[in-house]
């Protein structure tokens, strides 16, 4: 019975659901990496607001992930 059944990773399903809550931070580092295209010496990045749009989709997960393991 469970070798034929195929494994899906629930926190895969669920960020893509949590991506749309997310869109100002997605936003927000496009406009980063807009900005960065300009700068010709590498010292500019756009870490920040990447991390900051995960976190927002790591938060909605959790919420909903947690409640399917228990």
């Given amino acids: 019975m469970w070798a034929d059944e195929e ?3 629930p926190k895969q399903y669920l960020e893509e659901r ?3 809550k997310c869109v100002k931070s ?3 580092y496009g406009k980063c990496v807009d900005r960065v295209k300009e700068d010709e010496t590498g010292h500019k990045h ?3 607001q990447y991390f900051d749009y995960w976190s927002c989709i790591d938060k909605c997960v959790a919420q909903k992930l947690f409640e ?3």
Avoid: F
């Fill in 18 to 20: 949590c991506k749309p």
């Fill in 46 to 48: 756009c870490t920040g």
């Fill in 26 to 28: 997605w936003i927000e």
């Fill in 68 to 70: 399917k393991l228990k």
């Fill in 7 to 9: 494994v899906v990773d």
